[in-house]
Nanobody, 115 residues
Framework: QVQLVESGGGLVQAGGSLRLSCAAS????????MGWYRQVPDKERELVAT???????KYHDDVKGRFTISRVNARNTVYLQMNRLKPEDTAVYYC?????????WGQGTQVTVSS
């Protein structure tokens, strides 16, 4: 089972940027869909962005044009570049890997955007 470790969260002012990284313990090549999700207290975890092995991407409407997901398979790493951050982007961000062997989640990284 692949293990995922997120990093790059923190506190930023509205309008600022952060880049999240997700390092996988195993090769994340063909057949794996990688994604970023986020969750705030008392709400369900929601999809932020996903990227397939062929680099096809999908975004939540609220982040389109501000966030960019990317992956470097040779480094087993997925990134989420977040620009023009808003207070409503505040959440715990989780990395997810959908592999032929199952689904894995990271432990999450906190992103806090101050107004």
């Amino acid at each position: 089972q692949v293990q995922l470790v997120e990093s790059g969260g923190g506190l930023v002012q509205a309008g600022g940027s952060l880049r999240l990284s997700c390092a996988a313990s195993l090769r994340i090549g063909n057949g794996n869909v990688m994604g970023w999700y986020r969750q705030v207290p008392d709400k369900e975890r929601e999809l932020v962005a996903t990227i397939t092995a062929s680099m096809s991407t999908k975004y939540h409407d609220d982040v389109k044009g501000r966030f960019t997901i990317s992956r470097v398979n040779a480094r087993n790493t997925v990134y989420l570049q977040m620009n023009r951050l808003k207070p409503e982007d505040t959440a715990v961000y989780y990395c997810r890997a959908d592999t032929p062997g199952g689904t894995a989640w990271g432990q999450g990284t906190q992103v806090t955007v101050s107004s």
